[in-house]
């Protein structure tokens, strides 16, 4: 019944509704009754009307001998310009100065009216001309009328409040009966939305329950259409499951195929362009093309088949591995590789072991490393580095070179991102565009994670993995 919630609006408005329904009908009920009331004491009022002035009393005849001033109510006897008196049980009451004064004031009429007297209260009375042009007054106390009109409004004003309360508590439980299924279906719903529904694993274990998908009732159908949206939703998933596996099977295969006709086309430029004795210039450098075009193939190939392999499942054997040691080796193998460069290397004394495959981990740091020594011109200074930051190694790759461009700068993990400019034109034999991406796979399906912060002058890729034994 929190604010705002449609079971509290059903409750306020059904209840609303009932109030003003049985406000109206007691209203009209106590109205109905007055009337019925009025109109018997109009029926007693012409009938004592009639008796008395047949009886030959006062305007025909005499009045009885009055006794002291009349002041409780009873039945009211009057002649204009004459007096007349008010009877209560045998006695009669002389009228007041102030009484008769109204009822001279009163003009003839067949309907009987309401008069206030003054301190004689409430009556109705009746105002006849009679023979002798005579104008008689008769009138009854309204009291017990008035008494039984409130008797009654009081009565339907409780009735009334306790329907209201009725009302109140029955709209309430019944409306939160009838809403208790659609809260399971917005907790099942809740439940669904908390599926992590991006990685592989495609089965939607949430149903709605039975009792609440009975297709009978307005919740049911919501319920049952939610299990069938799931069902569907489940479908295809696993049918987009299927086609990703067959995709990367395909490329895994072709890749595959690949290398060994790429293989026997390396060998024969290879072994052609030996014989260069023989070949004219431009044979000599179309072999050349040839042979550096089917190393970058290979490349490429030996590229995509990695990361097919890491797309299809964790494709890593992790380990305790030390990364002091991967690091130096991979530093070394730069250093040989671009001896135009300034390579240093910081790390700790202590070990740093991480959680790794240390093949993947060396071919990621060669990555960064390589592209370190392609992307930058002859004497840019390259620092890599070892730290330990919580439960992560840190590795960073710091270059002073030109940086990566601005352009793909937000893109560079992705596949086949590369810059176009001659930089890497000239270093093209080198260039893929699946060295960073590779990268990436790797540190993801370790468990860690790389980022890269670049502006001309300083370049910097940081990799953190898991520590080992944590
Ligand atoms: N240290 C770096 N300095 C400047 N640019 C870089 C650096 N590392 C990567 N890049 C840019 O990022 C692109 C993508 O790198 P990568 O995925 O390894 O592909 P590739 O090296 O095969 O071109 C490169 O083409 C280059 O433009
Ligand atoms: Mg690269």
Redesign the pocket.
Known sequence: MAPGTLSRQLVLRVTALVAVVAILLSALTALAMRQILLGQLDGQLQATASRLINSGRGPVGRFPDAGGPGQAQGLLWYVQGQGGFVQVEDTHGVLTDAVMERLEGLEPSRQPADVRLPSLGDYRVITQQVGGGRVVITGLPMAQVTASIFAIVAATATLTLLAILIAFLAARSVVERSLRPLARLAGTATQVSALDLRSGEVAVPVRVDERDADPRSEVGRVGLAFNHMLDNVEGALAARQRSETKVRQFVADASHELRNPLAAIRGYAELTRRERAETPETTAHALGRIESESIRMSRLVDDLLLLARLDAGPAIASGPTVLNSLLADAVSDARAAGPDHLWSLAMPQDEVVARADRHRLHQVVA??L???R???PAGTRVEAGLTVAGPEAVIT?R?D?????PD??DH??ERF???E?S??RR?GT??????????SAVMEAHGGSVS?E?RPGA?C?TLRIPLAGR
């Not at 893929?432 to 990268?439: E, F, H, P, Q, R």
């Open positions: 990555n960064l390589a592209n370190a392609t992307h930058t790759v270059d070179g030109p940086g990566v461009p793909i700068v560079v993990f991102t590369r810059a400019t930089r890497v270093s080198q260039s893929t565009g699946l060295g960073l991406a590779i990268v890269v670049s370049t890729f």
